[in-house]
């Protein structure tokens, strides 16, 4: 689809399949802060080309593992996740268009 911004705030989102955003290959900013988010699997994210900023914050993410994110991506802001436990060696690594990672008021 032809969607830039794709705004899910709000949703009491717990769980997403790997294909949840297969037909989302235009979209350039997501958000996802404000759900019930424990995980972040491999691969997430990976039929999101064109994506360059992502925001997951003020969720229950516990987990972030590496290969999430897409190649396109600019910034992350995972800001008071405040469960946030674990994230994976390798997690940031392959992303050649990250210039900015914002992880605040985590644990």
């Known amino acids: 689809t032809r969607t830039e911004l794709l705004d899910l705030r709000f949703n009491q989102i717990a769980q997403m399949a790997n294909d949840t955003f297969e037909d989302m290959d235009e979209t350039k900013v997501l958000h996802l802060s404000h759900n019930d988010i424990t995980e972040i699997i491999t691969g997430q ?3 999101m080309l064109r994506l360059e900023s992502i925001y997951i914050e003020h969720t ?3 987990t972030i593992q590496p290969g999430a994110f897409p190649a396109s991506v600019q910034k992350i802001s995972i800001q008071y996740a405040d469960n946030l436990v674990t994230i994976a060696n390798g ?4 992303l050649p268009n990250l210039h900015q990672i914002d992880i605040e008021n985590n644990p």
């Open 45 to 47: 994210f990976s039929s």
């Open 60 to 62: 229950k993410l516990k």
């Open 91 to 94: 997690t940031f690594t392959d």
